[in-house]
């Protein structure tokens, strides 16, 4: 398994932007595919956007032309680049190791909020 550090959420005006990190550890980190997942209060926890490790993406169309996620191999590091936030970007954000199966490790969670 691998070990998630997540850095770099807060509190941010609408319009605003942010930029999430995830530190990764473990032997599998570079033949994993990486998620951002999101969790609004009462609402399912949702994919964001996701790297495969050969640098394909795919994302939530709500964050379509926004939101960028990119991946360091050499720094063991994903990013989740957030910019033009809105209100409703407001959940916890989740950090994501992936395989063919779905998310086999998660982080801790950094709460993002987009005040109006």
């Known amino acids: 398994q691998v070990q998630l550090v997540e850095s770099g959420g807060g509190l941010v005006q609408a319009g605003g932007s942010l930029r999430l990190s995830c530190a990764a550890s473990g032997s599998i980190f570079r033949s994993s595919a990486m998620g951002w997942y999101r969790q609004a209060p009462g609402k399912e926890r949702e994919l964001v956007a996701r790297?495969?490790?050969?640098?394909?993406?795919n994302y939530a169309d709500s964050v379509k032309g926004r939101f960028t996620i990119s991946r360091d191999n050499a720094k063991n590091t994903v990013y989740l680049q957030m910019n033009s936030l809105k209100p409703e970007d407001t959940a916890v954000y989740y950090c994501?190791?992936?395989?063919?199966?779905?998310?086999?490790?998660w982080g801790q969670g950094t709460q993002v909020t987009v005040s109006s």
């Open positions: 790297v495969t490790s050969g640098g394909s993406t």
């Open positions: 994501a190791a992936e395989d063919s199966l779905g998310p086999i490790d």
